[in-house]
């Protein structure tokens, strides 16, 4: 059964660093990997999404990557800021049965 | 407008009562899923449907039942409502073919009393 454990389950930083969100899975058969955003009380916005064929994604100042065989997935933001506070989710999508099967997300605050 | 829209977006009711959540988009996905959101537990799959003749149950189905009226619409229903089915409901779609990306919809918060 596919788990997938998001590290750390809350993070504070301040402004204009670096960080990095991780996430893992027990199965590596995988069809995707999405990134999400979801702030509080609204819908989830997709990021990046990455193939099980590719090795990352980028989009502005977010780098999305993917080692399948180790079954880890980082989510990479330069140069933080405060809107960027929020929860982010990973989930995979499974090739058996097409399920997709969510983390527990990250809570990031970033202070000004 | 928003792609992917549910209604009611909050809802109050009591134990034993029928409740219905309905969810639209104009995306033209066939592929369309149900989640409840519960803190600390991520998002979990209730329902999901890749056409309009295909229904299958996710990971936590028992107490819920779904229709797919039709490709545009997805509704999920609680016969009987029970507390602990209080949460955050989600309706979400996928293309179904190359990314498969899903798009959410903003939310139904439930609360059973």
């Known amino acids: 059964k596919q788990e997938v454990t998001q590290i750390p389950a809350a993070l504070s930083v301040p402004e204009g660093e670096n960080l990095v969100l991780n996430c893992s899975f027990t199965?590596?058969?995988?069809?995707?990997l999405q990134w999400f955003r979801q702030d509080p009380g609204k819908g989830l916005t997709s990021l990046l999404l990455?193939?099980?064929?590719?090795r990352e994604q980028t989009s502005g100042r977010l780098n999305a990557s993917l080692d399948k065989s180790s079954g880890r997935s980082t989510l990479y933001i330069a140069a933080s800021q405060p809107g960027d506070s929020a929860t982010y989710l990973c989930?995979?999508?499974?090739?058996?049965?097409?399920?997709?099967?969510f983390g527990a997300g990250t809570r990031l605050f970033v202070k000004a | 407008d928003a792609d992917v829209t549910q209604t009611p977006r909050n809802r109050i009711t009591k134990t034993g009562k029928r409740i219905m959540l309905e969810c639209s988009q104009t995306?033209?996905?066939?592929?369309m899923y149900w989640y409840r959101q519960d803190p600390g537990l991520g998002l979990r799959l209730i329902y999901y449907?890749?056409?309009?003749?295909?229904?299958n149950k996710g990971e936590i189905s028992d107490g819920y039942s779904v229709s797919r009226q039709a490709q545009a619409k997805f509704s999920l229903s609680l016969e009987s409502a029970i507390p602990n089915q209080t949460a955050l409901y989600f309706c979400?779609?996928?293309?179904?073919?190359?990314?498969?990306?899903?798009?959410f919809g903003p939310g139904t918060r439930l609360t059973v009393l």
């Open positions: 990455i193939q099980s064929s590719q």
């Open positions: 199965d590596s058969a995988i069809y995707n």
């Open positions: 979400a779609t996928g293309r179904g073919s190359g990314r498969d990306e899903q798009f």
């Open positions: 449907s890749f056409d309009v003749k295909d229904i």
């Open positions: 995306k033209g996905h066939d592929r």
């Open positions: 989930a995979v999508l499974n090739t058996g049965g097409f399920k997709t099967i």
